[in-house]
């Protein structure tokens, strides 16, 4: 977000000393991407963040691929990985290239026990299931069903579930997500023609300083391997902050379609980007209005990205038997499009109540062995009947 926020007590000059009632002074941190040239918050604790009194390294997350190179159409039922009690343990990940990891996960709980920090990417959190609340140093974000959440890369995050079935869509990106730029000004701002507007957004509220010390670890994910850090001040006990790098919030439901005369393409409903993929909302919408349209999309060639579709909620108009939580892949290199009868299903129809979140990478994605313990047989012969 190209926004500008403030949360708490800051001092009126950054770098200057900022005192406490007992005349010490508060911690400055700048937390901010790509060295010192990138979007970036000033953060000022009650305690120096760097205060780690034990490092371990506790386990090898990489990914085990099961198809390192895929030219074949393949479906996954989401909704079929198993529900696991911790936040942590329920995050596997499906689909990984150079630039993203996609995945799933079925959390009951956050345990209490940590926090978790992802150091090497961004991460969006798709909301499918469940409710409850992202809390960070910058306070924090209640959450629901349609929701995206976005964290910055480096953020240290809790989640209180408020319910204990979870469904989450994430993503992990080694750029920043962003806005697609075609719908920002040289301001930042984003524009009358854009699908949504900085009201649409939710920022970081409440926030809570904790003056606490202990024993607080923090579980630290970076180049595939999972560090535990041991910190002897609350990692919350910020009294204030200012800048662009923060979490925040946006609903698939406050996604306004972009709809014509005629079908237009899977640009138009582009809500997000990254270096090397898109991510795309699929809302409830009208079909085009030309008489003789069709409002099912065209076959088309996907030659340079591959085209993944998790199916939320709704009929969705292209695809037969489709379930909530269904991945599908179609690789770069090959022709798809709608299924049998979809095309002249869609003719004449007026509206669609479909919900899905579309991602595009740009580089062919390898399949994993916890994705293939989901897949649906023989997806890619599914157009011969």
Known sequence: MSRYHQLGKIPHKRHTTFKKEDGSLYQEELFGTAGFVGRSSLIYHLYPPTVVSEIKQIKDITPKIAIEK?????SFQGFSLPATEDYLESRKVLFVNNDLKIGL????SFSAN???????SDEMLFIHQGTGKLRTMYGNLNFKYGDYLIIPKGTTYQIDFDTKENRILFIESVGAITTPSRYRNNYGQLLEHSPFCERDFRLPENLETHDEKGQFK???KKQNILWEYTHENHPFDVVGWDGFNYPYAFSIFDFEPITGRV?????T???WEAPGFVVCSFVPRMYDYHPQAIPSPYHHSNIDSEELLYYVDG????RNNIKKGQITLHPGGIPHGPHPGAIERSVG????????????PFSPMMITEDAMKLQVADYYKSWNH
């Open 263 to 267: 079908h237009l393409p899977p640009p």
């Open 315 to 318: 009929d969705f108009m292209s």
């Open 218 to 220: 923090i579980l630290s």
């Open 105 to 108: 996960a079925a959390p009951k």
């Open 269 to 271: 409903h582009q809500t």
């Open 70 to 74: 895929n030219m074949k159409a393949l």
């Open 114 to 120: 940590y926090f978790y920090r992802n150091s090497d």
């Open 349 to 360: 129809k007026k509206e669609t109540e479909e919900l899905a979140v579309m991602i595009d």
